[in-house]
C-alpha cells in the first residue's frame, strides 16, 4: 500500500468516495451538501476524501469528472465508469458514498460498501400517487421516478447504509422498500451553514429593494407546485399591506402553470426574481418580515432552516419533514397545505411576531444547533469509520 493511504499512526487510511451529480453549482442543495463534506474531510488525518461529479470549478487531485454532464442514462453510467477505475486504484479500504441513492444500484457490483442518501420521497411515493404525480408532472417525469424506485429499492436492500435526510423521509423509505434490516436506514439530517444566515447588527443594502409602506413576504425555491406558491399567491388577497418576493423562479414559469392567478388581485403584488446567489438570498431574508412555504410535500425543508437562522418567524406547510424543524412555537405556525385562509392568517400573526425580533429566540437557536454543519459532519465521519473495510 502507498504511503498516501497509510494514517499518521502507519495503519491503512480509510478513502471514501462522494459520488455526486452536481458539485460546481453550489446554488443547489446537492452541491451545497457535497461542498460541505469536501470542506470537513479533505484535511481529515484518517479519511482519503475524493469527489466523482460531472464537472469541477477546477483541477484538484482528488476532484474525478465523469465528463458527462448532460442528463439520461450515459450521465449516470459515465459517473458509475469514473466511480469504479476510482476504486480499483484505491484498493479495498474504500468507501463509497453516493449522493443519490438510485446510482448505488450500479455502484454495488463493485464490491466495496455503499451508503447511499435519499434526499426525497417522491420515489417511494410515486406508485401510491400515479394519478396525482402524472397531474402534477406529466407522463415523462412519472416514468423517470418509476424507474428511480426500482433502483432505489434494489439498492437500499443490499448496500451498507441507507441515509435520510429527515424521520419522515426514513418512515417513507421503511415503508417502500422493506430492507432486511431497519437499523440499515438511518436519519441524518442536512446541515445549514448557521453563520452565513445570522442577521449581522448593520444590515448589507436590500438587493430587492423593498417597498417602505408595506411588510415584504419572501419565497424561495424553484419547485413551485410541490413548495404551494400558488396557495400563497391566493392568500396574498387577504393580506393588502404586503407584497411578497420570489427567489428561484421567473414569473412565466408560474403564469404558465396557473394563468389563473395571473389576473388575480394578489398576483399584482408578486415580484419574481429568479434564481439569486446565496449571498443576496441571505440580504433578502435581513430585509423580510415573514418566510413563507406552503408546501405540499417536503422531505426537510432547508429553506427554512436559513430563515429561521435569519430570525424570520416562518409559515410553513405540516408536511414531510418541516414538522421536525418547527417543534416550537417560536419557530412560527405550521397549516394545512393548499387552505390560502389559513396562510394569510398564520401570515397575519407572524407579521405581528416579527416586531422586536432581531434574531433568532433562544428555543430557535437551540432547534437550529441539531442542524449545523458541526453536528451533520461528526454523525457522517461516525458512519464513515465503523463502516471502514479492515
Known amino acids: 500500500m502507498t504511503d498516501s493511504l497509510l494514517a499518521p499512526h502507519g495503519t491503512p487510511q480509510l478513502s471514501v468516495i462522494f459520488v455526486t451529480t452536481v458539485f460546481k453549482d453550489v446554488r443547489t442543495g446537492p452541491a451545497v451538501y457535497a461542498r460541505y463534506l469536501w470542506d470537513a474531510f479533505r484535511d481529515d488525518p484518517e479519511i482519503e476524501f475524493h469527489v466523482v461529479a460531472p464537472e469541477f470549478p477546477e483541477a484538484h487531485p482528488r476532484w474525478h469528472a465523469s465528463g458527462c454532464v448532460s442528463g439520461g442514462f450515459g450521465f449516470y453510467r459515465a459517473l458509475c ?9 484505491l484498493g479495498s479500504h474504500t468507501l463509497l458514498h453516493t449522493n443519490n441513492c438510485h446510482t448505488g444500484a450500479s455502484l454495488l ?3 466495496v ?5 435519499i434526499n426525497d420521497y417522491e420515489n417511494t411515493d410515486v406508485v401510491s400517487r400515479i394519478l396525482s404525480y402524472l397531474r402534477l408532472y406529466g407522463v415523462r417525469r412519472c ?11 434494489f439498492a437500499v436492500r443490499r448496500q451498507a447504509l441507507t441515509v435520510c435526510n429527515s424521520e419522515h423521509t426514513r418512515r417513507k ?16 439530517y442536512k446541515a445549514v451553514d448557521l453563520d452565513r444566515f445570522r442577521r449581522p447588527p448593520t444590515l448589507p443594502p436590500d438587493p430587492l429593494a423593498r417597498p417602505e409602506d408595506r411588510a415584504r413576504l419572501l419565497f424561495v425555491g424553484a419547485d413551485f407546485r410541490r413548495k404551494g406558491l400558488d396557495t400563497l399567491v391566493d392568500a396574498l388577497s387577504l393580506l393588502p399591506e404586503t407584497r411578497l418576493d420570489v427567489i428561484g423562479l421567473d414569473s412565466v414559469d408560474f403564469v404558465r402553470a396557473y394563468p389563473r392567478l395571473a389576473t388575480a388581485a394578489g398576483c399584482s403584488r408578486v415580484q419574481f426574481h ?34 429561521l437562522a435569519a430570525g424570520l418567524p416562518v409559515v410553513a406547510g405540516r408536511v414531510g419533514g418541516i414538522p421536525e424543524i418547527m417543534t416550537h412555537p417560536d419557530c412560527g405556525e405550521l397549516v394545512v397545505p393548499g387552505n390560502p385562509q389559513a396562510v394569510a ?21 437551540a432547534i437550529l444547533e441539531r442542524f449545523s454543519r458541526k453536528a451533520m459532519i461528526e454523525q457522517v465521519r461516525r458512519l464513515y469509520l465503523s463502516h471502514a473495510v479492515r
Open 173 to 188: 423509505v421503511l415503508g417502500a422498500y422493506h430492507p432486511p434490516s431497519h437499523e440499515r436506514v438511518i436519519t441524518v
Open 81 to 89: 465508469r469514473a466511480a469504479g477505475e476510482l476504486v480499483r486504484q
Open 109 to 111: 457490483a463493485l464490491g
Open 143 to 153: 416514468a423517470a421516478l418509476l424507474w428511480r424506485r426500482r433502483l432505489e429499492r
Open 345 to 365: 392568517a398564520a401570515v397575519s400573526r407572524g407579521l405581528s411576531d416579527r416586531r422586536g425580533r432581531p434574531g433568532p429566540r433562544p428555543a430557535v437557536e
Open 274 to 307: 429568479g434564481r439569486q446567489p446565496p449571498d443576496c438570498v441571505c440580504r433578502a431574508l435581513w430585509h423580510s418580515d415573514v418566510f413563507v412555504m406552503p408546501s405540499r410535500a417536503e422531505a426537510l425543508g432547508v429553506a427554512i432552516l436559513e430563515a
Open 113 to 117: 460498501p455503499v451508503i447511499g442518501q
